[in-house]
């Protein structure tokens, strides 16, 4: 009985795989994973990165902090890591923006080195820093304490290391776009964890993290977030 059946999967799989190969999709030899690893090797030619990114701040804006409306995500200073990732993700149709998956596809960035090049460029520059005086209210501040501040950090600089992106300084509407996306299944290369934690929260709440995770003000300089090794006191981490 279960023999024919997984037989039956097999060829089901195997004439996927197939038509996914003959579609000619210069990614289809590389998993997404490999694509992020292979890239990060590389040293960037920042000169040519600079070059590379003309097409990039046609959206981005010249300084990579983005829209205002937050339509656009500020991406400068991000970490090289965090924006491969999410480069790739964009190119292996991971994650869904028909402009973004346009300009980084195959033909826009040919491999690996353009890929790191642009890259390396975008997290050379100073990251946006939220207005001064956006005043993260106490209901945010809790709530960020409780579900966020081990991974993303004491001041939303996030964590180079681990792939966690700074949230701070990046535009609210943005960031609650990301968060309902991810919670409704938008966002099919976010952790599964960091899913589902986000699962557990009411809108309003979204709201109210997104609102005050943007307006920390976190400089380059303050380090990784207080979870890395054992991690803080009470810390909660996502289930
Ligand atoms: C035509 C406009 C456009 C161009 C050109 C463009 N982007 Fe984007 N980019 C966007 C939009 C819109 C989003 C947000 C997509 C979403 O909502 O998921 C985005 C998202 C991103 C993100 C994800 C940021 C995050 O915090 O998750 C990165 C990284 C990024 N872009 C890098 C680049 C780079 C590098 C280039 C140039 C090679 C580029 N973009 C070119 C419009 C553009
Ligand atoms: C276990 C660590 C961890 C915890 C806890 C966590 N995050 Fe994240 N967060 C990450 C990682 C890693 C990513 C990158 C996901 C990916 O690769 O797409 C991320 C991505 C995000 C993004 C997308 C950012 C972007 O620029 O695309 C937002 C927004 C976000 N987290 C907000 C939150 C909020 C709000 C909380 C608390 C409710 C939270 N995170 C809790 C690790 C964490």
Redesign the pocket.
């Known amino acids: 009985m279960g023999t024919p059946t997984r037989l039956a999967r097999l060829c089901v799989r195997l004439a996927c795989a197939a038509a996914v190969f003959a579609s000619g999709h210069a990614h289809a030899v590389s998993t997404a994973a490999d694509e992020v690893q292979g890239a990060l090797r590389l040293t960037p030619d920042l000169a040519r990165g600079e070059r ?2 003309e ?2 701040a ?3 804006g010249a300084d990579g902090t983005g829209a205002a409306d937050g ?3 500020a ?1 400068a200073g ?1 970490y090289a890591r ?2 491969m990732k ?2 790739v993700a ?1 190119r292996h149709d991971d ?3 028909i ?2 998956q ?3 596809d195959s033909h ?2 040919a491999d690996a080195q353009q890929l790191a090049d ?2 390396g460029f ?1 997290s050379s520059l100073p990251p946006r820093m939220a207005p001064v005086g956006a005043a993260p209210g106490a209901q945010g501040a809790e709530l960020y304490a409780r579900h966020c501040r081990a991974c993303h950090g004491d001041s939303g600089q996030g964590d180079e290391r681990r792939a966690v ?1 700074r949230l701070a300084g ?1 535009h609210p509407q ?1 960031v609650l ?2 968060l309902q ?1 991810a919670a409704q299944g938008r966002r099919a290369s976010m952790q599964r964890d960091h899913t589902r934690a986000l699962l557990k929260l009411q809108d309003a709440e979204l709201g109210t993290l997104a609102a005050y995770a943007s307006a920390l003000r976190a400089s380059r300089e303050d380090g990784p977030s207080p979870a890395n090794g054992a991690g803080p006191p009470g810390a909660a981490a996502p289930r």
Do not use: G, K, W
Request: hydrophobic content about 45%; proline content about 6%.
């Open positions: 590379a990114f097409t990039c046609a959206c981005h339509s656009v995500p991406i991000q965090v924006l999410q480069v964009f994650r869904l923006n402009r973004m346009h300009f980084v826009h960035l642009v890259i975008v992106p990046q943005y776009e990301q996306d």
